[in-house]
């Protein structure tokens, strides 16, 4: 008798609904519509944010470009200016080692 009947208990989702309750069909057309037309507006409100999201990713992309641009820029700069010391403190010794010597003669 017992072991006859099967007891159906409704399966309960984590958010505390009932199996049921989500597999419930719309009982009409306009609800079903409403139903459709939320889904369209959210799918196209996370199109939209994921558009603008890549938007703004591109300007990083292009500013961090930038940025490096400019620091290439200012190390070869900075590699130009320590040449050029370079070559003057070379050209200071080679001129103060000749005037060494014209002062040993001339003394």
Do not use: F
């Not at 069909?25 to 369209?40: C, V």
């Not at 500013?63 to 200016?81: C, K």
């Not at 070559?87 to 003669?105: A, D, F, P």
Request: hydrophobic letters at 40%.
């Amino acid at each position: 008798m017992g072991g006859d009947r099967e007891i159906r208990r409704e399966k309960v989702h984590p958010h505390g609904t009932t199996q049921n309750q989500w597999l419930m069909q719309p009982q009409t057309m306009e609800q079903l519509m409403a139903i459709l037309a939320e889904r369209d507006a959210a799918i196209q409100e996370r199109n939209l944010a994921l558009s603008e999201k890549k938007a703004v990713l591109a300007q990083r992309d292009l500013a961090i470009l930038e940025r490096d641009a400019a620091i290439v820029e200012r190390d070869n700069a900075l590699l130009e200016r320590d040449n050029v010391i370079a070559t003057l403190r070379y050209r200071g010794n080679s001129m103060n080692s000749c005037n060494w010597g014209k002062r040993k003669e001339n003394a």
